[in-house]
């Protein structure tokens, strides 16, 4: 008996179902529009992340927030100075927003029932100036100074970053960088110099000779090619 009842073949119930439902040409028209208006939706999004907006308040549903992405300016500040980073505006940014980022907040706007604008990124310097994606991530403001995250993407940076950008953190830390920088070069110069025994006192000339050349290349490079501090250019559009 068991061997005369034919296997259910789901396809065909689907298509079944599908038929009882109405035309094709009918279900299709149905999807174009519905895929329209989501990629509306979806073009809106963009041209909002690449606009500029002075907006610095979204009406959240204050319950439906995870608090692990919530940020107050101090904080962004901080991380931005110990890492080098820009917290700049999401119109500077000079690469195409990955589909999951418009996806992200899409969803976010139909959860909150709400419309995004003041769109920051916290990025590295060179994400705003080339076609980058070192570890971008959005924030979308809240109020009284306090950012959601709404998405990170892109690479991780380097693991030694906050070390290689230290002596960039403001001017004692450069300063200092170059006092150690002339220490190291003046303890391997020879004990005999020109010919001369090299005492305590030349030996201290000698390290303010290096580190006054430490510090007319550091200052040479950094007016040419337009630097600046850490904590001068972590909000900055100017300076690199």
Same mark, same amino acid.
Not at 156 to 163: A, G, I
């Given at each position: 008996m068991m061997m005369l009842l034919k296997k259910t073949n789901i396809h065909e119930k689907l298509i079944t179902k599908r038929s009882n439902s109405g035309t094709i040409s009918d279900q299709l028209e149905t999807v174009r529009l519905l895929l329209a208006k989501e990629e509306d939706k979806?073009? &809106?999004?963009? %041209? !909002? *992340? /690449? =606009? %500029? =907006?002075? !907006?610095? #308040?979204?009406a959240f549903e204050f319950d439906l927030l995870k608090t692990e992405r919530i940020f107050h300016i101090k904080q962004i500040k901080e991380t931005c100075i110990e890492y080098r980073l820009r917290f700049l505006d999401s119109h500077l /940014? %000079? +690469?195409? $927003?990955?589909e999951e980022v418009i996806t992200q907040i899409k969803y976010l706007e139909k959860q909150h029932q709400i419309q995004l604008e003041g769109f920051k990124l916290m990025a590295p310097s060179k994400v705003f100036q080339l076609k980058r994606y070192d570890d971008p991530i959005l924030f979308a403001p809240i109020g009284n100074d306090y950012y959601y995250l709404i998405h990170k993407w892109?690479?991780?940076?380097? @693991? *030694?970053? !906050?070390?290689? +950008? *230290?002596? $960039?953190?403001?001017? @004692?830390?450069?300063?200092? $960088? $170059?006092? &150690? +920088? =002339?220490f190291i070069c003046s303890a391997l110069l020879p004990d005999k110099f020109y010919g001369i025994e090299m005492n305590g006192t030349m030996k201290f000339v000698s390290f303010l000779f290096i580190f006054k050349y430490w510090c007319a290349v550091g200052l040479y490079y950094g007016v040419s090619h337009? %630097?600046? #501090?850490?904590?001068?250019i972590w909000n900055s559009n100017f300076g690199g």
């Amino acid at each position: 008996m068991m061997m005369l009842l034919k296997k259910t073949n789901i396809h065909e119930k689907l298509i079944t179902k599908r038929s009882n439902s109405g035309t094709i040409s009918d279900q299709l028209e149905t999807v174009r529009l519905l895929l329209a208006k989501e990629e509306d939706k979806r073009i &809106v999004i963009r %041209k !909002k *992340l /690449y =606009s %500029k =907006s002075e !907006k610095n #308040f979204n009406a959240f549903e204050f319950d439906l927030l995870k608090t692990e992405r919530i940020f107050h300016i101090k904080q962004i500040k901080e991380t931005c100075i110990e890492y080098r980073l820009r917290f700049l505006d999401s119109h500077l /940014y %000079k +690469v195409p $927003f990955p589909e999951e980022v418009i996806t992200q907040i899409k969803y976010l706007e139909k959860q909150h029932q709400i419309q995004l604008e003041g769109f920051k990124l916290m990025a590295p310097s060179k994400v705003f100036q080339l076609k980058r994606y070192d570890d971008p991530i959005l924030f979308a403001p809240i109020g009284n100074d306090y950012y959601y995250l709404i998405h990170k993407w892109g690479n991780d940076l380097h @693991p *030694l970053r !906050k070390w290689l +950008v *230290l002596p $960039f953190r403001n001017l @004692p830390n450069l300063l200092l $960088f $170059f006092m &150690v +920088v =002339s220490f190291i070069c003046s303890a391997l110069l020879p004990d005999k110099f020109y010919g001369i025994e090299m005492n305590g006192t030349m030996k201290f000339v000698s390290f303010l000779f290096i580190f006054k050349y430490w510090c007319a290349v550091g200052l040479y490079y950094g007016v040419s090619h337009g %630097k600046n #501090f850490n904590i001068n250019i972590w909000n900055s559009n100017f300076g690199g």
